[in-house]
């Protein structure tokens, strides 16, 4: 596709070419430079409809791109494709106190929602680690979760409403501000959770909640994993559905990021099998905390919990969630391959069990860590060792495979990409391939959105390289 047509419609400066482009990143999962025909930078949704109508009528396959912090390589462009970058439509357009919504632009990060919600005294609660830099558009195409889905749910559960941009530059004005809205299909569902490939969202009505005036956190060990689950089921009868997090550290991982050169300090024993960051909050301080330490001194009494820590101020609770975060340190052990896989809780002992057991035989040079957000039945696994094509997917075939017969997910939070393609069938059946095969050509019937990262559909009608080429898939099939 010529680029100067691109240029009329958002200006010089709304298209990054040659070097401009190189000199951006990927993603945070691959560091090399971006290897996009052009970034596209648009700075509003007419600019965006118009964009996708041009590349469409081409045939131009164009990707979306947020923050550029996914893990599973969704944003990742080749050299055929143009990246569709919303980072200067970065504007909070409103806040309603009352209603409780914030309406905002897809490229707005996620912490300045966050921050700009507090300051009414109110919480956008979806929160995860990269909030500095993770785009809220990106995190609701991927329907990203993070740390507070025990309570709060998904980021679909924060979103009323939202503007997209079909692949034909059609604008769907879906922008609803009510909780409650059953006139007939929530079209906003076609887009949450879709990863840019039936349409670009471009702007959002977000749900907030009120902000809490109380928060307590603690770090506890356990000696079994039927302690942990016991624990999970007592704390969050006895807080009264206040609970907002319980994160799980296995063992290995809670060693690492406890010792040097780590920053963080154990703050207990590194010996027990089990550590678990239990956080609540509500609108009473001194009962909220009262009710915290009740409850989880009857599970000291009782055994469940072998050991515990009460953050007592805002840098001790700071401190233990640095903890649970710093996955960074996995680096140390060689370059790591990262699983995020969702399952049944009971079954979840027998699952780390024969994946550790499978990597310790097949791949006995890789370290192995397990954590996650338990509560909401969310693993991450990481292997860390010497890097290699042949070591990956035979890493990836060592924790996907026992998903199958669990009924476990391939990706509890961080979508498919392209990353997970291939393993997509061990978690949806035939039937539903099918049906999102159709909704995919129903919506963008020459594939031009991010191609390869829905599931691979006969030829239709080929999009074309620069060159001209035809982008045909490893198996055959145009990658739509």
């Known amino acids: 596709m010529d680029t100067r047509t691109l240029v009329e419609i958002v200006g010089s400066d709304g298209v990054l070419t040659g070097g401009d482009v190189h000199a951006r990143s990927v993603s945070w999962a691959d560091h090399?430079?971006?290897?996009?025909?052009?970034?596209?930078?648009?700075?509003?949704?007419?600019?965006?409809?118009?964009?996708?109508?041009?590349?469409?009528?081409?045939?131009q396959p164009v990707v979306t791109m947020g923050g550029l912090t996914g893990l599973v390589r969704g944003c990742v462009a080749g050299p055929g494709e143009v990246a569709l970058s919303l980072e200067r439509m970065n504007r909070i357009e409103s806040i309603d106190p009352v209603g409780r919504t914030m309406t905002v632009q897809a490229g707005v990060p996620l912490q300045t929602v966050q921050e700009e919600a507090e300051k009414q005294g109110l919480l956008y609660p979806v929160d995860f680690g990269a909030r500095g830099?993770?785009?809220?558009?990106?995190?609701?195409?991927?329907?990203?979760?993070?740390?507070?889905?025990?309570?709060?749910g998904m980021t679909r559960e924060s979103v009323l409403g939202l503007e997209a941009v079909l692949a034909d530059g059609t604008v769907i004005p879906a922008m609803n501000r009510m909780i409650k809205n059953n006139a007939a299909y929530d079209l906003k569902q076609l887009f949450i959770g879709t990863e840019g490939t039936l349409g670009v969202v471009t702007r959002l009505v977000l749900r907030l909640r009120e902000l809490p005036r109380s928060t307590q956190t603690a770090l506890v060990a356990c000696a079994r994993f039927a302690d942990v689950t016991t624990l999970l089921k007592r704390m969050d009868?006895?807080?009264?559905?206040?609970?907002?997090?319980?994160?799980?550290?296995?063992?290995?991982?809670?060693?690492?990021?406890?010792?040097?050169?780590?920053?963080?300090?154990?703050?207990?024993?590194?010996d027990h099998p089990y550590y678990v960051l239990?956080?609540?909050?509500?609108?009473?301080?001194?009962?909220?905390?009262?009710?915290?330490?009740?409850?989880?001194?009857?599970?000291?009494?009782g055994g469940t919990v072998a050991d515990a820590v009460i953050a007592t101020s805002k840098a001790q609770r700071e401190s233990l969630w640095a903890l649970r975060d710093d996955v960074?340190?996995?680096?140390?052990?060689?370059?790591?391959?990262t699983f995020d896989v969702s399952l049944p809780i009971p079954e979840m002992e027998s699952y780390v069990s024969e994946v550790l057991g499978r990597l310790s035989t097949e791949w006995p040079d890789y370290r192995r860590f397990v954590l996650g957000h338990l509560g909401d039945g969310n693993l991450h696994v990481v292997a860390c060792g010497p890097p290699s094509d042949e070591a990956r997917h035979g890493i990836e075939r060592c924790v996907y495979e026992p998903l199958a017969a669990r009924h476990g997910s391939i990706s509890a939070e961080h979508g498919i990409g392209l990353e997970k393609q291939p393993w997509l069938s061990l978690s949806r059946s035939p039937a539903e391939l099918a049906l999102m095969r159709s909704i995919k050509r129903t919506l963008d019937p020459h594939g031009i959105l991010n191609p390869g990262r829905v599931p691979r559909i006969p030829v239709v009608d080929v999009p074309l390289t620069r060159a001209g080429e035809q982008v045909i898939s490893a198996a055959g099939d145009t990658a739509l």
């Not at 609540?280 to 009262?290: F, K, L, W």
């Open 237 to 270: 009868a006895a807080l009264g559905g206040t609970m907002s997090a319980f994160e799980v550290m296995w063992n290995e991982f809670y060693r690492l990021v406890t010792s040097p050169p780590a920053k963080g300090t154990a703050p207990m024993a590194q």
């Open 133 to 152: 830099s993770a785009h809220i558009g990106g995190s609701v195409a991927t329907n990203a979760g993070g740390n507070g889905v025990i309570r709060y």
């Open 328 to 337: 960074e340190q996995v680096f140390r052990h060689g370059t790591p391959v």
């Open 278 to 301: 239990i956080e609540a909050s509500g609108g009473d301080e001194a009962r909220d905390q009262a009710r915290f330490e009740e409850a989880l001194g009857s599970e000291i009494e």
């Open 32 to 59: 090399g430079p971006c290897q996009a025909l052009a970034i596209v930078r648009p700075t509003s949704t007419e600019q965006v409809s118009r964009v996708l109508a041009a590349c469409n009528a081409a045939r």
